[in-house]
């Protein structure tokens, strides 16, 4: 069955510091792959997006992701993270229906704290 | 101007009432969909329309009976409302090979 992990429910970091927030998955095909976030009583916003292509895939705000099929993970990364990337991040995999993108399986998501 | 918006933000009611939330995108998507996300933040699909014909149809309760009147609205309808049935409900909307862009939520709650 498809499905998404992302195994740290909770992490908190320093304002500044590097970050790396893991999703592994587990799908019979090439997937699509989405990292989104939430902030409170928002709704979800788009960072990244793997379709195919260069494995390293840059998004918005200064985050990024690299797909590696042999580990079957998609883990996020910021090199240096802000107060305001406080909130919650879900890691989905996008169900292929005939070529095209079906439903999104989301991970449980991690919250990421932001200590000053 | 509002990709895709829901109506309304928040809803309180009794069990055992019947509610609507409604969707409706601008961006000229083929594809809506309608997700829930639960107390521990978890989103499950419940279903996904493709120019008004239901695709997807998950394990929900048949009191969910979804509505797309046209390509650009996808509305929720829930009959006789339960406790479990509190929750977070999105609706997103995508074409072919491109992400899914989502609304703001609609927080329902039952008393």
């Known amino acids: 069955a498809q499905s998404v992990t992302q195994p740290d429910i909770h992490i908190t970091v320093s304002e500044g510091a590097s970050l790396e927030l893991r999703c592994n998955y587990s799908?019979?095909?090439?997937?699509?792959l989405f990292w989104y976030v939430q902030s409170p009583g928002q709704g979800l916003q788009l960072l990244l997006k793997?379709?195919?292509?260069?494995?390293l895939v840059q998004g918005i705000k200064g985050f990024e992701a690299e797909f590696k099929r042999s580990q079957s993970s998609f883990n996020l990364r910021k090199p240096s993270v802000h107060w305001s990337d406080a909130a919650e991040y879900f890691c989905?995999?996008?169900?292929?229906?005939?070529?095209?993108?079906?439903?999104?399986?989301f991970g449980k998501g991690t919250k990421l704290s932001v200590k000053p | 101007d509002t990709a895709v918006s829901q109506t309304p933000k928040y809803l309180v009611t009794q069990m055992g009432n019947d509610k609507s939330i409604k969707c409706e995108q601008n961006?000229?998507?083929?594809?809506m969909y309608w997700y829930k996300q639960d107390s521990k933040k978890f989103l499950k699909i419940m279903f996904s329309?493709?120019?008004?014909?239901?695709?997807i149809n998950e394990t929900v309760p048949n009191r969910f009976s979804p509505k797309s009147p046209d390509k650009a609205h996808l509305n929720l309808h829930i009959n006789s409302l339960e406790l479990g049935d509190s929750a977070v409900y999105f609706c997103?909307?995508?074409?072919?090979?491109?992400?899914?862009?989502f609304g703001d939520g609609t927080r329902l709650s039952i008393l």
């Open positions: 997103a909307s995508s074409q072919p090979g491109q992400p899914q862009h």
């Open positions: 799908y019979g095909a090439t997937p699509y």
């Open positions: 793997y379709f195919s292509g260069d494995t």
């Open positions: 989905a995999v996008g169900r292929r229906l005939g070529g095209s993108q079906g439903n999104l399986i």
């Open positions: 961006l000229g998507h083929d594809t």
């Open positions: 329309y493709n120019n008004k014909e239901l695709i």
